[in-house]
């Protein structure tokens, strides 16, 4: 378990740096982050602290790909969580 928050707090904070380096990019017209890599973060674990770092500097809010797209990689991540609590399948 503690490898587990150890991980998660380390995806989540990769996804923040990756996000602001993305908005940053894009303001100064250099190479960006592919949308392929921020979804695979946020789908990795990452999509709590991406959300937040989206929405709080206005990055990628306009895209339905990351605005509907993380919201429910978070749910479907909800759902495994619950299931893994609820019926264990051996993986905690």
Same mark, same amino acid.
């Given at each position: 378990m503690k490898f587990l928050i150890i991980y998660l707090i380390l995806i989540n904070l990769i996804a923040v740096i990756v996000t602001v380096h993305d908005k940053v990019a894009a303001v100064k017209g250099n190479w960006r982050v592919k949308e392929r890599t921020l979804l695979l973060l946020s789908a990795l674990g990452g999509s709590p602290a991406m959300l &937040? *770092?989206? &929405? &709080?500097? #206005?990055?990628? *809010? #306009?895209k339905a790909k990351f605005m509907v797209g993380i919201p429910l990689i978070m749910i479907l991540q909800a759902v495994i969580v619950f299931l893994v609590l609820r019926y264990g399948f051996g993986i905690l």
């Open positions: &937040l *770092t989206m &929405l &709080l500097i #206005r990055h990628k *809010t #306009r």
